[in-house]
């Protein structure tokens, strides 16, 4: 059971806006910063977001983030296939002094 | 570039124990917290345990809290996981991160590709 809650698929067609959603509590996202990752298939997590709004460099501007309250946002707009990937939410938190991750989204691409 | 090289996974019986190590390269080691992220088969990531780019202060999930002991040698630039009294449900790909700032208090940034433990008997 994680600790940050993430709905556990996804989908959209090509060039399509999706959104998937984490929701936390006041010791993790109500009070820290949220990152994003996509896990490729068999690959390692790669940083999308961090602060909850920030892309690193070489992160299309399709992907971006939003926090509000205790739950936080990751929108993909203009949708393409090689977005077909696992996303994790994850945020620091004060209780458990370390980081917590959601379950995951899997999205898939129709 | 940020440069994560884990090693040491393998197959281990239950009770037995292995030590993991993360060669890191690419930027400057000692002025960044680590962390250890496990993922278990078909499942999600797990935080394992992290430390504080001095190496003084660590940390560890409740899961592995007496059994596994996080460390570094900042002048190998190599980051470490002591793992004792395995159990079966320890099996998973084991990355070593690296977090943002030099204390350890934000998730991970950049990560490796991961080692394989697998505990079985």
């Known amino acids: 059971q994680s600790v940050l809650t993430q709905a556990p698929s996804a989908s959209g067609t090509p060039g399509q806006r999706v959104t998937i959603s984490c929701s936390g509590s006041?010791?993790?996202?109500?009070?820290?910063?949220v990152n994003w990752y996509q896990q490729l298939p068999g690959t390692a997590p790669k940083l999308l977001i961090y602060n909850s709004n920030q892309r690193p460099s070489g992160v299309p501007d399709r992907f971006s983030g939003s926090k509000s309250g205790t739950s936080a946002s990751l929108a993909i707009s203009g949708l393409q296939s090689d977005d077909e990937a696992d996303y994790y939410c994850?945020?620091?938190?004060?209780?458990?002094?370390?980081?917590?991750f959601g379950g995951g989204t899997k999205l898939t691409v129709l | 570039e940020v440069q994560l090289v884990e090693s040491g996974g393998g197959l281990v019986q239950p009770g037995g124990s292995l030590r993991l190590s993360c060669a890191a390269s690419?930027?400057?080691?000692?002025?960044?917290?680590m962390t250890w992220v496990r993922q278990a088969p078909g499942k999600g990531l797990e935080w394992v345990s992290g430390i504080g780019g001095g190496g003084i202060s660590t940390y560890y999930a409740d899961s592995v809290k007496g059994r596994f002991t996080i460390s570094r040698d900042n002048s190998k630039n190599t980051l470490y996981l002591q793992m004792n009294n395995l159990r079966v449900e320890d099996t998973a790909l084991y990355y070593c991160a690296k977090d943002r700032y030099i204390n350890f208090a934000d998730p991970p940034t950049s990560w490796g590709q991961g080692t394989l433990v697998t505990v079985s008997s």
């Open positions: 006041s010791s993790n996202i109500g009070s820290n910063t």
């Open positions: 690419g930027f400057a080691f000692s002025d960044y917290a």
């Open positions: 994850a945020a620091w938190d004060d209780n458990l002094n370390g980081p917590v």
